[in-house]
C-alpha cells in the first residue's frame, strides 16, 4: 500500500512540475484546476518545491472575477542550474549552453576535424569546465551521435570509431553530473515536438539528411526506437538496379540522397575537386546544368523516402531536416512535387525550423527532462525559443 503511494505522489510531482514548467507563471490553484487534484495535494508538492528551489514564488496574479485574495504565482526557478549539450559530427563538435527552462545561453561550433574518440572526449570536458556560467550549476549533458543509440550506449557509429568506449559512464564520473546519449535524428524530431509542434502533433516523422540519412519517430508523442535502437535507420533501405543481362544491383538509398552522394557525384561531372554546401547553392542559383540535374535526382529519391515513410507510419506531419534543402528552398518544392498523389494533399511535408540548432535543442529536451525527472513529450519549450536572441 505505501509503495502504491508513493507511485502515486511521484506521479502527482510530475505532473504539477510539467505545469509550472509548460505554463508558469501559474497558480496553484490553476494546477489544481487543470490537473483535476486536490488543492492540499498541490500545495504539499508545491511547498517541497520550492523549497528545493526548483520552483519559485512571483507576485500576485489577478484575482478571479468573482473579486477575493490574489493568488500567489509560480514559475520553474531559472537559476536553478543549467545543462550542456553537444552534437558530435564527423569534423566539428557543435557546444550548447541552456538554463533549465531551455533558454539558449550560448551556442559555440568548432571544425575539429577527423579526431578519436579520446580527443573528443577531452574536448567536450574541457568546454563543460571551460563555459560555464559565474555562480552556475552543471545539471547534466546530453550528446547527439550519428549512429545507433540503445540504453544509452553507442552500438554502431560509422563515422567515429568509439574504441568500446561508453561515453555517457566516462563523461559522467569525469564531470559527475548525468549523461545522455541519443541519435541525431531522434534528437531533430524531439526539437519538432517539444519546441514546435507540442500539443498539435503527436505523430510525426523528421527525416534528417546530412552526411547520411535517418529518420526520428515521435508515435503519440513518444520517441519510438525500435527493439535494439534501430528504428528509423532509413538511409539503409536498398534500391535495386536491373541490369540488360538481369543480374540486380542494389544500393542503400543513401547513395542517391545523402549530402556526401551529392557532393560526390558533382565532384565526379566537374572539375570541381573542392566543394562545399555554399559552392552548391551558388552554382544551383547560377543555373548550372549538371548541379541542377543531380539535385532533381536528389529531389526524386528523397521524394519516395517520404512517401514510404509516410504510407508506413502514417505520420500526422513529416519534416525534413537537410541543410543543403534550407539553402535551396526551392528543393522543398520539388520534393513536394515528386510525391505520388496517394499522399501528398493528405499528409503536411515541411522542412525543419532552425536546423542549425535543432539537434542541441533535442539534446537540451532530453537532459532537462531527465534531471527534473518529468516524463519525456510533456515538457512545453516553445516559450523558451521564442525568448532566445539565437536565431
Known sequence: ??????????????????????????????????????????????????????????????????????????????????????????????VMMNQIDGLILKFEHHRVGEINIDERITFIVNKAHEIKPEGGRLLGVSVAIHGIIDNNKALYTPYIDFQDRDLAKVLSQKLFVPVRLQNEANLSVIYQRDFVSREQIDNLVCISIHKGI??????????????????????HAVVYESRPNFEHKFESIESYCSEDSILKKIKEQTDLSELTRDDIQQLYYDGNEIVGDILDEFCYYTAHIVYNTIVTLDPAKVVINSNLIADIPELMDIIRSDIPYLTKDKTPIELLANSRYATLLGGVSLIISHVINVTPGELNFSRALAESTLK
Open 1 to 94: 500500500m505505501e509503495t502504491s503511494k508513493s507511485l502515486v505522489r511521484e506521479l502527482n510531482r510530475k505532473r504539477v512540475l510539467e505545469q509550472v514548467f509548460s505554463y508558469g507563471p501559474i497558480s496553484r490553484s490553476q494546477v489544481s484546476k487543470n490537473l483535476k487534484l486536490n488543492k492540499v495535494t498541490v500545495s504539499e508538492i508545491v511547498s517541497e518545491m520550492l523549497e528545493n528551489h526548483l520552483l519559485v514564488e512571483l507576485g500576485q496574479g489577478d484575482s478571479s472575477s468573482r473579486g477575493g485574495r490574489k493568488p500567489t504565482m509560480l514559475k520553474l526557478n531559472a537559476d536553478y542550474g543549467y545543462v550542456l549539450s553537444f552534437d558530435l559530427g564527423f569534423n566539428y563538435i557543435d
Open 214 to 235: 535517418g529518420a526520428g519517430i515521435i508515435i503519440n508523442n513518444r520517441l519510438f526506437t525500435g527493439v535494439r535502437g534501430e528504428a528509423g535507420e532509413i538511409g
